[in-house]
């Protein structure tokens, strides 16, 4: 396997939203929508914005030390021993996230649809999906996603064709007119999702433009953001908040409801299909990345000799880690919002201020290359997309102030924050297709 892998920017970000929104769809809506309500729409915004605020991290690093992923700039910085703990403290993170996500996937599945499958062979065949991935290169995983991540969007937006019908606009409000309680509580508990972004960071050398790997993972963030509330809403529109949140799994409860025909029953079996795939592809992500930590201790990225006894040992280790879903729903709503804040935020900033205070050879290398000037049209996209987010904030506490003594405010402020959370989307894609085509012809004239 070559140590050399680059996969585009596309690809980047949809890796990236695949990340934080298909695991998500398990479990947590109905823990968001059970303290928050109605305001569980709100409960992306403050989590996006720690997105963001990583992502602007990693554009730092990944500008002074090129060609290299997180793990390897946490050595170069820290050093070995120092480094070796920094490392080995988000290894373990990286293990507990990928048993949790393992326990939740398989809980859901022996749940739902196979009843009288033992849930140990349904771990085993995630087991084995995670040591062939393993034992291939990114590339492969990001062309896989190239076709699944968009077929899980479109199927996200057939769910809202199909159950149109099952829509009921009053159930949805009044917004925003409980104060600011549920909406922190909502945010809180989002930060679960958002703080899975940490695991991008091995991939940093995946993309050798700074600039276009920043706007690629900040797009798969907004992305990720959008597709959560769309969720949100389908599951009030449709269920309820009050049964939403008391439901384990709202989203596959809504593709319950659908009714096309007498004849033709048990739909949510067809999107599973495509929910599957995704699913798998957010597991193997994050074992890649306990991979890449692993190989950074031995100083090389041939990590698919460890792909064989990692997945075993993970494969064991699942079990003995949670006892059930509940106990991994608990984990992730409220040990996980815990855990971000305290250890995976001061990780990102001790190793960014190591890469600050010891300057190395590389930044001025990269301080050559990063030097084109970028036109102002395309620069402009990206500051329509953080004036929009700035909008949603304005939604937010307008709602906020009169949604109480006003229902239509409420409903009004909801509607825009929608608008403006994908006006936000749509420059930001805009940004990034301009910026790699711009790149593009950088190099070609070069």
């Known amino acids: 396997m070559s140590a050399i892998q680059q996969i585009n920017h596309r690809q980047m970000s949809w890796l990236t939203a695949s990340l934080i929104l298909t695991g998500s769809l398990i479990g947590l809506p109905n823990m968001i929508m059970n303290v928050s309500q109605m305001d569980a729409l709100f409960s992306q915004f403050m989590p996006l914005l720690y997105g963001l605020f990583i992502c602007l991290i990693m554009y730092e690093l990944a500008k002074q030390f090129p060609d290299k992923h997180l793990f390897e700039i946490t050595f170069i910085v820290a050093g070995k021993w120092v480094g070796g703990f920094i490392n080995g403290t988000v290894l373990i993170f990286m293990f507990i996230r990928l048993s949790a996500e393992m326990h939740a996937i398989t809980g859901f599945i022996n749940t739902t649809l196979l009843t009288r499958t033992p849930p140990e062979i349904i771990a085993f065949v995630f087991t084995i999906i995670l040591i062939y991935y393993g034992r291939t290169s990114v590339e492969v995983i990001a062309r896989v996603t190239d076709f699944f991540f968009p077929v899980l969007i479109l199927g996200i937006l057939l769910v809202f064709v199909a159950t149109i019908n099952e829509f009921y606009l009053s159930r949805v409000g009044p917004f925003l007119s409980e104060g600011i309680s549920p909406v922190l509580k909502g945010n809180i508990i989002s930060l679960t999702s958002y703080g899975e972004i940490y695991i ?123 006892q059930s879903p ?76 009169l949604g109480s003594a006003n229902g239509y405010i409420g409903r009004a402020a909801t509607a825009l924050y929608m608008i403006f959370l994908f006006g936000s989307y749509y420059c930001s894609r805009t940004q990034l297709n301009k910026l790699n085509q711009f790149t593009l012809e950088q190099e070609q004239e070069g």
């Open 326 to 401: 509940i106990g991994v729903l608990d984990f992730k709503s409220y040990a996980f919002p815990l855990l971000i804040p305290t250890i995976q935020l001061p990780v990102y900033l001790v190793v960014l201020g190591l890469a600050k205070w010891r300057k190395r050879q590389q930044q001025q290398r990269q301080k050559i290359s990063d030097t084109v000037n970028i036109p102002k049209r395309i620069v402009r996209w990206g500051i329509w997309a953080h004036v929009f987010l700035l909008a949603c904030f304005a939604s937010i506490v307008t709602g906020l102030l």
């Open 200 to 322: 991008m960071g091995a991939f940093l050398h995946m993309i050798p433009k700074a600039k276009v790997l920043i706007t690629s993972i900040r797009h798969g963030v907004l992305l990720a953001a959008l597709g959560f509330s769309l969720v949100i809403l389908l599951s009030i529109g449709v269920l309820g908040s009050v049964i939403s949140g008391r439901m384990m799994y709202p989203p596959y409860m809504v593709v319950e409801q659908i009714h096309i025909t007498d004849f033709l029953d048990r739909v949510e079996i067809f999107f599973f299909s495509i929910w599957f795939p995704a699913l798998a592809i957010k597991v193997v992500i994050i074992f890649l990345a306990i991979l890449m930590v692993l190989s950074s201790f031995l100083g090389t990225r041939e990590y698919k000799l460890y792909s064989m006894p990692v997945g075993l040992f993970v494969f064991v280790a699942s079990f003995f880690t949670f």
